[in-house]
């Protein structure tokens, strides 16, 4: 009989390999929908299409707003081409605590506390301290790609 150490093997867990994003032909966006330009997801506010030209391929104009920065994103691509769509997932947290070295606690619906999350700087963090000094008011957090962005 064979040894049963060499039957013994040991597996490592592993992520269910969730893209960040997803294909999808450019004919299929719609206003208000999502799309990555240049990298950076956008929330799409227009879209024109063209008519078929001489290379036989209609061109689709699409004029996106950065989801983290708010900065306009504009691309051309033949409406039968595909595009990536950002997998954005937006989670709420209520404000536990905000640290002295300005760290966030929070917690989420299910009651898991996250006390990583740095207060942004800026206008937003300058709102979420002065909003939770006076109301203690909950706040979202807007992932997509490897950027996360905290909304009130």
């Not at 937003?124 to 905290?150: M, Q, Y």
Request: glycine share 8%; proline share 5%; charged share 30%.
């Amino acid at each position: 009989m064979a040894d049963d150490a060499q039957h013994e093997h040991t597996f490592e867990s592993a992520d269910a390999g969730a893209s960040a994003t997803i294909p999808k032909q450019c004919s299929q966006l719609k206003k208000g929908g999502f799309v990555v330009i240049k990298g950076r997801p956008g929330r799409i506010s227009e879209m024109t299409t063209s008519k078929t030209g001489k290379h036989g391929h209609a061109k689709v104009h699409i004029i996106a707003f950065d989801i983290f920065t708010d900065k306009r994103l504009d691309d051309f691509c033949p409406s039968t081409h595909n595009v990536e769509v950002p997998t954005v997932i937006r989670k709420e947290y209520q404000v536990l605590d905000v640290t002295d070295d300005g760290f966030l606690s929070l917690m989420s619906d299910e009651g898991v506390i996250k006390d990583d999350v740095k207060v942004p700087p800026g206008e937003v963090g300058d709102k979420i301290n002065r909003l939770f000094k006076e109301l203690e008011k909950d706040i979202s957090k807007n992932s997509a790609l490897p950027t996360s962005c905290l909304a009130y």
